[in-house]
């Protein structure tokens, strides 16, 4: 039972431009969710997140939109850089007595193109 | 201040032989989290420990796998009797005492079973 997908396995942007990455979650006590980069052969790296409490946290070239009515967040990267280059993931976690586990999308893999 | 460390970063067993992991976690932190990624999916949770304590272990396999965090020295994820399926990559994360979610993970360790 996959609580949290990324239906897009793969997205090509070109430089400049802005990158949307999607994320659906089925889990309705999921309250904190979180993006993850992962390049190849590294772990993965904390970008942003946000709690449920919010709808839009932001940190210079990334905003995470959140909508708890259709369960989704997304990803906004703008402007896109070849260093963006990389898998980004979407996790989620019930913050409350959860036990702190993360829950991971299956990824997206992100190109940007020159 | 160092990163989440972890070793060996790649391991080569045979079927039927142990296979250890280790993992020290940032200055300071005294959450740890296994998450084992297969190839082409997501990561995915196995287990939350605390000094000489294991909080949540309900991603753990119920046969073969085991993880301490003892109260000296890193945070060992032991598997036995290695399988070709136990092939993945293996990536520890931890947190501060303080629970926030955010959890900042190691390069990780790639298994390979023969």
């Known amino acids: 039972d996959q609580q949290v997908k990324q239906n897009s396995p793969s997205l090509s942007v070109q430089e400049g431009r802005i990158s949307i990455l999607n994320c659906d979650y089925t889990?309705?006590?999921?309250?904190?969710f979180l993006w993850y980069k992962k390049y190849p052969a590294e772990g993965p790296t904390f970008l942003i997140s946000i709690s449920s409490i919010k709808d839009k946290n932001e940190d210079g070239r990334f905003t995470v939109f959140l909508n708890k009515s259709a369960k989704h967040l997304s990803l906004h990267i703008v402007p896109s850089q070849p260093g963006d280059s990389a898998v980004y993931f979407c996790?989620?976690?019930?913050?409350?007595?959860?036990?702190?586990?993360?829950?991971f999308g299956t990824g997206t893999q992100l190109k940007v193109e020159l | 201040n160092a990163g989440v460390m972890q070793n060996p970063r790649h391991l080569v067993r045979r079927r039927g032989q142990e296979a250890r992991l280790r993992c020290s976690p940032m200055?300071?932190?005294?959450?740890v989290y296994w998450y084992r990624q297969l190839p082409e999916e997501g990561l995915k949770f196995m287990v939350y420990?605390?000094?000489?304590?294991?909080?949540?272990e309900s991603g753990m396999p119920k046969e073969r796998f085991s993880a301490e965090f003892p109260k000296e020295g890193p945070s060992i994820l032991r598997i036995q009797q290695v399988v070709r399926g136990d092939s993945a990559a293996y990536f520890c994360a931890s947190s501060p005492p303080i629970l926030n979610n955010e959890q900042f993970f190691g390069p990780g360790t790639r298994l390979t079973v023969l």
């Open positions: 200055k300071g932190h005294s959450h």
């Open positions: 996790a989620a976690s019930v913050l409350t007595g959860g036990g702190n586990k993360l829950t």
């Open positions: 420990l605390q000094k000489e304590n294991i909080i949540d």
């Open positions: 889990n309705s006590m999921f309250d904190y």
